[in-house]
């Protein structure tokens, strides 16, 4: 783990503000604001995503009103993004391109759908074993389970 220096307070009224450290400039930038929880938590799952795919390590700090002050909720530990082996399941079939494509896609779907409901429970900031997790569920279940077990999550993440 890299020294990163701390995550300073956002300036302004409190409110819900995610920060991100950029390592190559090694400052945080502010990521996303809302007035409400649960905007904010939805973006940083989407930039973490979109961080962890193009290789980038991720640190996000949540910041956010605590008894109209502010206050830092979180700042989890940064993960470096590691890819997982290609496993038999990852690689297209051989033979016909078009169904093994199919596939592919519809696999990927899956896991899309699953990482939209941890992001919408609060969970963004997932290690490589909850990303394994979440392969091995994509490969046992089928999309409308995988849509369920996502709905279920949504629910959850909405009931704080």
Do not use: I
């Not at 082996?85 to 078009?98: I, N, Q, T, Y």
């Not at 596939?103 to 779907?109: G, T």
């Amino acid at each position: 783990m890299q020294n990163r220096p701390p995550c300073p307070r956002p300036p302004g009224a409190p409110r819900w503000v995610a920060m991100f450290h950029r390592p190559s400039q090694d400052s945080w930038t502010v990521g996303a604001e809302s007035p409400d929880r649960a905007p904010v938590l939805y973006a940083v799952g989407d930039m973490t995503q979109t961080l962890r795919a193009r290789g980038e390590e991720v640190a996000v700090a949540l910041w956010g009103p605590e008894d109209g002050a502010w206050h830092l909720f979180g700042a989890p530990a940064a993960r470096a993004a590691a890819p997982a082996p290609a496993g038999p399941a990852d690689r297209p079939a051989s033979g016909g391109g078009e169904p093994a494509r199919l596939v592919e896609r519809m696999r990927d779907r899956r896991h899309q759908v699953l990482l939209a409901g941890l992001s919408k429970a609060g969970l963004y900031d997932l290690s490589s074993e909850d990303d394994e997790a979440v392969r091995a569920l994509v490969e046992l279940l089928d999309e409308p389970t995988v849509r369920r077990v996502a709905h279920w999550l949504s629910v959850a993440g909405g009931e704080r």
